[in-house]
């Protein structure tokens, strides 16, 4: 039996690799293909695209966040049902978490899938050169296996066959197409606020003429050829996904253009685990859900929607209700954001928040915080107890508060050292550092554990 998988890398970032990843989903739908995409690294963006053109999850691939049998896990699980899986990269092929090792790189993820990789290579301004770079690329490391290239930015199709010629000859691995450096279709800049325009569907025309511009330049029956692997078998490891039959507790979850942020896992781990998943709109003034246990408020970007936000009274007064009643609560990112006095935009207007964090947000322009965190609990972080979990933290924000001790939810650990950040009160713990589940399970089992404490107090209460 076999299967079909792919990584699609990059010399660097910036070689075109978001664009090629979703033209070639695009190009392999409309052969028939069932298309499952997955993103190297804990970026929430591109998996965004991926899931737009593909109609299904796009998934986080992290050897850095998680054990290599849970990355398996997490792939098995993702690719289930589909005919071939594409795994976008991150920065260049060989940049992770530390200068000095392959840990989090594309590389690594390549390995420990045993995935074929394509290299994407900025041609631009070469032809022989780019035989160097890829042979590079080639020798730098034992273990990846590289089985082909796709020439990006070439002038002409002269040029692409000068590029051609060069790379089989000298590396021995084929060319299997091109996108030209001038071509009538950009993508649009990859911000926040995109999101909300990809799931209205705006950018389908978009993804469409990619996709035709692939299949015009790009071989794609050898693509299909190149990406026929062994399928992956995970050692004696009950999955992370495995159903319980019994739901224990309800708990809210905030979805809409505001919040978004949510890697599938962390709330198919909370359903796997006996929580049933009720979803609200913020933004549609939905007051939290009658008879939930717990509560979820995720990333995204309440700044673009501060207006809207600060002016549904009903959602804020429920959700301060809830919150200070005890609901056991996590706030990640734009929740917590959202959970403050007050957001700040860039033009200093103030727009009332829901008021159950005393402090306010502050936008900037520049970006406050980018990078891996490992995570435990401060102050009775019910949620982490004495674990340690993994996660990312990436914001254009701050916080600022008159508060002298503040009663932070973390301490996280990252390239610049130990900080202290977020905000525990009643049973809440909020926070900026996006947490994911699969690194560390066992926070399902104490919110969970904190939802039945919560509602057994309260059915004994009436």
């Known amino acids: 039996m076999t299967e079909r998988r792919i990584v699609i890398a990059g010399t660097g970032s910036g070689v075109g690799k978001t664009t090629m990843t979703i033209g070639l989903m695009s190009a392999l739908k409309k052969r028939g293909l069932t298309v499952q995409g997955f993103k190297c690294g804990p970026d929430f963006i591109d998996p965004s695209y991926h899931t737009a053109v593909t109609n299904r999850s796009s998934r986080n691939l992290d050897s850095w966040m998680f054990s290599k049998d849970t990355l398996l896990d997490i792939f098995t699980h993702g690719a289930e049902g589909a005919d071939i899986s594409i795994m976008e990269g991150v920065m260049g092929f060989f940049d992770g978490k530390s200068p000095e090792t392959n840990e989090g790189s594309t590389a690594d993820i390549s390995m420990i899938t045993k995935s074929p990789v394509l290299l994407v290579v900025n041609c ?40 051609k010629k060069a790379i089989e000859q000298e590396c021995d691995i084929p060319v299997i197409g091109y996108l030209k450096r001038e071509l009538d279709i950009e993508i649009p800049e990859r911000h926040l606020g995109l999101i909300p325009s990809i799931e209205r569907g705006d950018l389908d025309s978009f993804f469409d003429r990619l996709g035709e511009l692939i299949l015009e330049t790009i071989d794609i029956d050898k693509l299909l050829e190149l990406s026929v692997v062994e399928p992956i078998t995970v050692k004696n490891k009950s999955s992370l996904f495995g159903r319980e039959k019994e739901k224990l507790v309800k708990i809210a979850v905030a979805k809409d253009a505001a919040f978004n942020f949510y890697y599938p896992e962390n709330i198919e781990i909370l359903e796997a685990k006996g929580a049933e998943i009720v979803y609200f709109s913020p933004l549609a003034d939905d007051i939290v859900p009658e008879g939930v246990d717990g509560l ?44 403050t006095d007050s957001i700040e935009t860039s033009g200093e ?30 102050n009775n972080n019910f949620i982490l107890g004495d674990e340690t979990a993994r996660g990312h933290e990436f914001h254009y924000s701050s916080f600022h508060t008159d508060e002298e001790s503040l009663p932070y939810a973390f301490e996280t650990k990252g390239m610049r050292g130990l900080n202290k950040e977020g905000y525990v009160t009643y049973n809440l713990i909020a926070g900026y550092t996006h947490i994911h589940f699969a690194s560390c399970p066992a926070i399902v089992d104490n919110w969970i554990e904190k939802c039945l404490e919560s509602k057994g107090s309260k059915d004994l209460q009436s």
Do not use: W
């Open 296 to 339: 979820y408020i995720g990333g995204g970007f309440p700044e673009e929607f501060a207006g809207k936000l600060a002016s549904n009274m009903k959602v804020k007064r429920s959700l301060k209700d809830a919150i200070e009643n005890g609901l056991p609560t996590l706030a990640e990112c734009g929740g917590f954001m959202y959970l």
């Open 349 to 378: 207007t103030k727009h009332q928040m829901v008021g159950v964090i005393p402090g306010n947000i502050q936008m900037q322009s520049k970006l406050a915080a980018l990078g891996y965190r490992e995570v435990t609990g401060q």
């Open 124 to 163: 631009s301004s070469m032809a022989r050169s780019a035989a160097a770079i890829v042979k590079g690329f080639q020798v730098f490391a034992e273990g990846p296996h590289i089985v082909g290239v796709i020439a990006n930015k070439v002038g002409s199709e002269g040029h692409f066959q000068l590029v």
